[in-house]
């Protein structure tokens, strides 16, 4: 694949800890993991598991609480006012909620314009014909221009959305699960946007979703999370072909499929995501793992990689796809795990 | 001839607002039969929730307008039921499962306690005996029954949907209505209760109108699948032939819409358009401007419901003369 | 907003309608007064003293109101308070919705030790009882106009400042603003072009309804000596100076009074008003 090229982004053991009554909550722990120019990582885990933490994390929404982070060999979190508007160029980010994402008061031709004027980088004549040629890259018809927001469907909005953020021509786009609010249709039509958008402007994303599926469909690289942490990350065919964290299998056997004709049994996890203020050690999966043994529970396994681009972490990945054969239908029963 | 369990007939609905009306249902035909598992299908707005209120006849007055049609439950109109009549039926032969189980439970009782108010109610049961039974049908849906004393706070998204299917079959209802029931939770979560519904229908003869805009669930819950567009219902037939031969566009275009983790493809088809204003509907067919194959009758009338076989009806022009 | 829905609204408020007719009735006459009265409301004239309303039977050159203990026509005295009443009303509306939507706007964007700052600062403004707090200001800087407004600017602030930070709370995590900063916005450019746009309208309902206290408040001042000086007229101090002789002239007070309370009442009808239309949902 692309490995021969110089990662675009690095992260390294990065970390955000949140300071709650019950305890350090750990949002993000210790997660590592590169982008290269021109391709999608897929970001995917379960609501809590860290992953839109992690997006913010790196807009620098939020303070890191340990780790680096490289954008292009510069260190992103810098008092240096020009590096940060570097970065606000390069970096942009796409919302999940089209309906907060856009400030209600202000048509769709002053969101546009926004960037430019917080940048002073274009107005007037210049302005306008920027603003014309984003609408023709994005397919935004330009009398759309003159209306608010909530004139626009979800849909609309979206697409507005994209075009802001991709109106300072940058290199790589956090896309923060940007279609699962919206309806089947308009889903496809985003899906096919950004992919026909990346492929012509050489865009990289990290696509952060809990759909699995949509996930699969637009990267070239997914990396699954669970509490905080990169269990496993792969190619895309490998992750699927290939699965070998426990969390993974369940993860993927538990996509509800249209085929009707194939009927797979799957692997019902027992109980629920367990709090991550203050986690035990061991493997953080452990509690929920149906094939966890003693030393899950004492040792924490790292991520290490078991054949080219796929790292995973657990002690027992080698055994893990033929156990998951036989074990169906785990633990309907709940009476445990909080 | 014996009744359905559920006849709904060209049912029309539609909501008044300060703003504008808009045309939930235009028309709806539906039948739900003993034992059957049936899945409504649709997209936001297509008035799938409305469907399901109007079986319960739960529209939010005033805003609702019955301006046609009729909803029939064992052969009795639910519209011109008494209201104490409705409130047995309700909970008791028919029961509704919501999408957020935070907001179907009432905060300030005891799961225990709204287990055994409903069984209570429908079943005479005393104190004792009624939470009994409620202990035994948190066990069912895979629950420890001494956490019968826990408040619905205590519990996490799943396990409240567990809860509302453990007080929604207290009665053992002759149907089981579940408006998205697992849409606010995640993909292990959403597995482990349709596992657990998978095992109840098993379990139990109870019929399942089952509300989702995931064709996935249907395929795995369900044996029919009615398609609604619009207020209407575009398709109709056993999960098998809709899912594997989709005769109208629409039901095409929604399953090639959707991302599949089974099959490879580089690009997404894309129904062109939006979906259908409910204020403003077009004429005709509902999804005539979005539709490839648009002939001059589409624009102008409505399709009727046409049978491709006995397992598989659609509302479309291009289908007629059996294609 | 859809104009056609406001315009519904705006007809279907009652409160808007009354209110809003009183309001504009009262700006009108009180500012174009001297249009039209007779008499100079400051100067006495001792034999007309107590002279009873005369109404309409002298047409406009009559004492319609009747006069004071001064001889001085109540009417002309009502109309002149009015316009200063409304004035300092106004400006005291204006600069203490100034101070309290930006330390409100402070506050609740920044968060953290700036937000515990301001709004424990709050807390000690509200436990001042603005009557001593006068009293106190009074005595040591004596009375006029500028400590009048400076007493009732100190006592209504915070009500903005509380509002604006809570408004202000639930927008400033929203996507819209996280764009912004993605851009890399200034403060004040996140504060008041993204922020501020968002929380008019509740400002604008708060100060419709403060316009209404800020008149009771002055009046209340006046009526303790304490706000407008003689000769000047304020509904106050004209009631103060009434109310010995309210058994044998009731007018001297009952004028002034009346006047005072359907001002009062105009503007909080045309505020319950303006919320009805813009945030029905508060009702």
Same mark, same amino acid.
């Not at chain 1, 970096?91 to 209600?104: A, G, V």
């Given at each position: ?213 949509v996930v699969r469909h637009i990267s070239d690289r997914i990396a699954v999370m669970y509490l905080g942490q990169i269990v496993e990350i792969a190619d895309k065919n490998t992750i699927f072909s290939n699965t070998r964290h426990p969390y993974s299998i369940a993860l993927i056997s538990a996509v509800p499929k249209v085929d009707v004709d194939h009927k797979v049994s799957r692997i019902v996890l027992k109980g629920d995501v367990p709090s991550p203020v203050d986690p035990k050690p061991g493997c953080r999966f452990a509690p929920r793992c149906w094939m966890a043994q003693e030393r899950c529970f004492t040792e924490e396994p790292s991520l290490t990689e078991i054949e080219k681009g ?29 | ?323 | ?72 026509? %109540?009417?002309?005295? &009502?109309?002149?308070?009015?316009? *200063?009443? =409304? #004035?300092?009303? +106004?400006?005291?509306?204006? !600069? ?98 993204? %922020?501020?746009?968002? &929380?008019?309208?509740?400002?604008? *309902?708060? =100060? #419709?309804?403060? +316009?209404?206290?800020?008149? !009771? ?17 304020s509904w106050g101090s004209m009631i103060a100076n009434g109310r010995s002789y309210i058994a044998s002239y009731p007018w001297v007070v009952v004028a002034p009074g009346i006047a005072l309370m359907l001002t009062v009442l105009s503007f909080n009808f045309l505020g319950d008003g303006l919320r009805d239309i813009l945030d029905p949902k508060q009702k």
């Amino acid at each position: 694949m692309m490995r021969e090229k110089e990662p675009l982004l690095v992260v390294n053991h990065l970390k955000k800890y949140f300071d709650t009554s019950r305890g350090t909550l750990h949002a993000v722990d210790d997660v590592s993991f590169e982008v290269y120019p021109g391709e999608t990582l897929g970001l995917v885990g379960e609501s809590g598991c860290g992953k839109s933490t992690v997006g913010n994390v790196l807009m620098r929404f939020l303070n890191k609480t340990g780790g680096d982070v490289f954008y292009q060999g510069v260190e992103i979190f810098t008092k240096d006012k020009n590096v940060k508007t570097d970065l606000s160029r390069k970096m942009q980010i796409i919302f999940q909620d089209p309906y907060s994402s856009l400030n209600p008061k202000y048509t769709i031709k002053s969101i546009l314009s926004e960037p430019f004027n917080i940048q002073k980088i274009a107005k007037g004549e210049e302005l306008e014909s920027i603003l014309k040629r984003l609408c023709a890259d994005t397919g935004i018809e330009e009398d759309l221009l003159d209306h608010y927001p909530h004139e626009l469907d979800g849909g609309k909005r979206q697409i507005v959305g994209i075009a802001r953020a991709l109106s300072l021509d940058p290199e790589f786009i956090i896309c923060d699960e940007p279609v699962s609010s919206l309806d089947v249709s308009v889903q496809a039509k985003i899906i096919n946007l950004l992919m026909t958008l990346q492929k012509k402007k050489n865009l990289s994303y990290l696509f952060i979703s809990h759909d699995l599926s949509v996930v699969r469909h637009i990267s070239d690289r997914i990396a699954v999370m669970y509490l905080g942490q990169i269990v496993e990350i792969a190619d895309k065919n490998t992750i699927f072909s290939n699965t070998r964290h426990p969390y993974s299998i369940a993860l993927i056997s538990a996509v509800p499929k249209v085929d009707v004709d194939h009927k797979v049994s799957r692997i019902v996890l027992k109980g629920d995501v367990p709090s991550p203020v203050d986690p035990k050690p061991g493997c953080r999966f452990a509690p929920r793992c149906w094939m966890a043994q003693e030393r899950c529970f004492t040792e924490e396994p790292s991520l290490t990689e078991i054949e080219k681009g796929h790292c995973v972490a657990c002690h027992f990945w080698r055994e893990s796809r033929e156990k998951s054969l036989t074990a169906q239908h785990v633990g309907i029963k709940e009476n445990e795990g909080f | 001839m014996e009744h359905a369990l559920i006849e709904i007939k060209d049912l029309k609905v539609e909501f008044k607002t300060e703003r504008a009306t808009a045309y939930a249902l235009n028309g709806v035909n539906l039948e739900i039969k003993k034992g059957e598992s049936l899945g409504l299908v649709g997209e936001a707005g297509a008035g799938k929730t409305t469907t399901a209120l109007s079986i319960l006849n739960l529209l939010a007055k005033p805003a609702a307008h019955i301006m046609g049609g009729d909803v029939l439950y064992k052969g009795t109109s639910v519209f011109s039921m008494s209201e104490k009549k409705l409130r047995d039926i309700r909970g008791k032969e028919i029961s509704m499962i919501f999408q957020n189980p935070l907001t179907s439970l009432n905060p300030v009782f005891t799961v225990g306690e709204q287990i055994a108010m409903v069984l209570r109610t429908h079943k005479n049961l005393g104190k004792k005996e009624a939470f009994q039974e409620a202990g035994k049908l948190l066990e069912t849906v895979g629950i420890a029954s001494y956490r019968l004393s826990d408040y619905p706070h205590q519990f996490s998204g799943g396990m409240r949907q567990r809860v509302g299917i453990a007080a929604s079959l207290a009665c053992n209802p002759e149907l089981l209505i579940a408006d998205e029931p697992t849409t606010a939770l995640d993909v292990t979560i959403q597995a482990q209760i349709l596992e657990l519904m998978k095992d109840l229908q098993d379990k139990y003869s109870t019929s399942l109108l089952m509300i989702t805009h995931n064709l996935g669930i249907i395929s795995e819950l369900c044996q029919k699948v009615a398609v609604m567009y619009a207020g209407r219902i575009i398709e109709y037939g056993t999960v098998k032939e809709v899912f594997k031969y989709p005769a109208h566009p629409y039901t095409k275009g929604l399953l090639g819409a959707i991302p599949r983790l089974d099959v490879d493809s580089d690009h997404l088809e894309v129904i062109p358009g939006n979906i259908a204003n409910v204020h403003h509907l077009p004429s005709g067919c509902k999804f005539h401007p979005r539709c490839a194959f648009c002939k001059k009758e589409c624009e102008q009338e409505e399709p009727a419901m046409n049978r491709i076989n006995d397992n598989h009806y659609v509302a479309c022009y291009i289908n007629e003369g059996g294609l | 907003m859809d104009k056609k829905l406001l315009f519904g609204r705006i007809k279907r408020s009652k409160f808007f309608i009354v209110g809003g007719i009183g309001v504009f009735f009262i700006i009108i006459l009180a500012f174009t007064s001297p249009l039209f009265v007779s008499f100079d409301g400051t100067t006495s004239s001792l034999m007309e003293r107590f002279t009873p309303p005369e109404g309409f039977s002298k047409g406009l050159a009559g004492h319609i109101l009747g006069t004071d203990q001064l001889g001085r026509d %109540i009417l002309t005295r &009502i109309l002149l308070g009015a316009r *200063i009443s =409304l #004035s300092i009303a +106004i400006i005291c509306v204006a !600069l203490s919705a100034f101070i309290g939507t930006v330390l409100g706007l402070i506050a609740g964007y920044f968060g953290g030790a700036v937000d515990k700052i301001i709004m424990r600062t709050c807390d000690v403004f509200l436990s001042i009882p603005s009557l001593i707090l006068a009293i106190a200001i009074m005595a040591v800087l004596g009375t006029s106009i500028i400590n009048l407004i400076t007493v009732m600017v100190i006592s209504r602030w915070v009500q903005y400042a509380r509002l604006m930070r809570n408004q202000v709370m639930v927008i400033r995590n929203k996507e819209f603003v996280l764009a912004s900063k993605a851009f890399g916005a200034s403060h004040w450019h996140i504060m008041f072009k993204q %922020i501020f746009v968002n &929380i008019t309208t509740p400002l604008i *309902i708060l =100060l #419709s309804q403060q +316009i209404g206290q800020m008149i !009771l408040m002055e009046s209340s001042l006046s009526f303790l000596n304490m706000g407008i000086q003689p000769p000047l007229p304020s509904w106050g101090s004209m009631i103060a100076n009434g109310r010995s002789y309210i058994a044998s002239y009731p007018w001297v007070v009952v004028a002034p009074g009346i006047a005072l309370m359907l001002t009062v009442l105009s503007f909080n009808f045309l505020g319950d008003g303006l919320r009805d239309i813009l945030d029905p949902k508060q009702k």
